[in-house]
């Protein structure tokens, strides 16, 4: 019978042979299997190779189980079920780093230590990796076009009494040289003239419609752009529900968010008016609310030819955001250049 001692042939089974599936009932009938069998107990390593001959002589009479074949399965079992068990511990360890906590506007609290970078002078906050913000952010220095180029969340506003919910799109491959409206790519622009009527140039139409022919239409049509404010220097990774205005012209990205803290990459938020921004946030006038900065790394000549070094900081609290993309197009296929994601956590 299957299921009795092969040594003894008195009781049940209860193990099998490493090396060569016997199965034998105790540690006496074990030692006893070795010694008449001259069989070490040790299995095979599956790594050494072992010829079609041998693998066809390892059947037994009939063909019923091949101890190499069952090696093998018995190794890919055990390699499943330790991938398994590691992807549950990643999963149950990035729960235990983000332990977020709601107080006070229920704002996501992130308690776990984080970097804090300087970025083309702007204090990033980076996430642990894994986690959503952080796989979306794909800025970098730019081998090709010789400067920094950001991803960037944009957020847009429904008008007052709209039914929409707002519309949120990650662009990337933003030039740190670009405007606010000549950073915004065809997708969001698109959505802007859906969301708050904006009349297209009328010189052309929409197919014909050039990036220089968005922008000036962007600027003219009086949208108002706001990121969020964060106390200068700040490791604390709470999400902010205090907004800054910005220059949809005039200044380019590098200047409007230097000395600006941002979660990963910047986020940028699109209203017609003032009273159609949610009652959650409040705007705050930058002037008055910044503090000097006194350690702020000063952000490098963009038309350097050599990449800009980072500082990067390990606080004893955590951090969050980030940008980037030829505007006329929103896709994040072409990926040239370097990250600069390469500080250890």
Request: with cysteine.
């Amino acid at each position: 019978m299957g299921s009795i001692c092969e040594v003894c042939g008195d009781s049940e089974f209860k193990y099998k042979c490493p090396r060569c599936l016997k199965k034998s009932c105790s540690l006496a009938c074990s030692k006893k299997h070795k010694v008449n069998d001259d069989c070490s107990g040790i299995a095979h390593d599956p790594s050494v190779y072992v010829s079609s001959e041998t693998l066809k002589n390892e059947d037994d009479e009939k063909h019923e189980m091949n101890v190499v074949v069952q090696r093998d399965y018995n190794f890919l079992t055990q390699m499943k079920r330790t991938v398994e068990l590691q992807k549950r511990d990643g999963k149950s360890k990035n729960k235990r780093m983000l332990n977020m906590q709601h107080g006070g506007a229920k704002r996501p609290r992130y308690n776990e230590n984080c970097q804090r970078v300087i970025r083309r002078g702007v204090n990033c906050l980076m996430l642990p990796k894994g986690m959503q913000r952080s796989c979306m952010n794909k800025s970098k220095w730019d081998k090709t076009l010789d400067l920094f180029v950001w991803s960037i969340e944009w957020t847009l506003f429904p008008v007052q009494g709209a039914a929409s919910e707002p519309f949120v799109h990650v662009s990337h491959r933003i030039r740190e040289t670009d405007s606010i409206a000549e950073s915004m790519g065809k997708i969001i622009y698109d959505k802007c003239c859906d969301m708050y009527q904006m009349q297209r140039s009328t010189s052309t139409d929409e197919a014909q419609e050039t990036k220089e022919d968005r922008t000036r239409n962007l600027v003219n049509s009086r949208l108002l752009f706001y990121t969020k404010w964060f106390p200068y220097n700040t490791t604390d990774v709470v999400d902010s529900r205090k907004l800054v205005r910005l220059e949809p012209s005039g200044k380019s990205i590098a200047e409007q968010f230097r000395n600006k803290t941002v979660i990963e990459f910047p986020t940028i938020f699109v209203a017609k008016q003032e009273s159609d921004i949610p009652k959650k946030y409040t705007i705050v006038d930058e002037l008055d609310s910044r503090e000097t900065p006194s350690t702020a790394a000063p952000a490098s000549d963009s038309s350097s030819s050599e990449e800009p070094a980072e500082e990067s900081f390990k606080p004893p609290l955590p951090s969050y955001n980030t940008p980037a993309d030829d505007s006329d197009s929103d896709s994040d296929g072409y990926d040239p250049g370097v990250t600069m994601d390469f500080l250890a956590n």
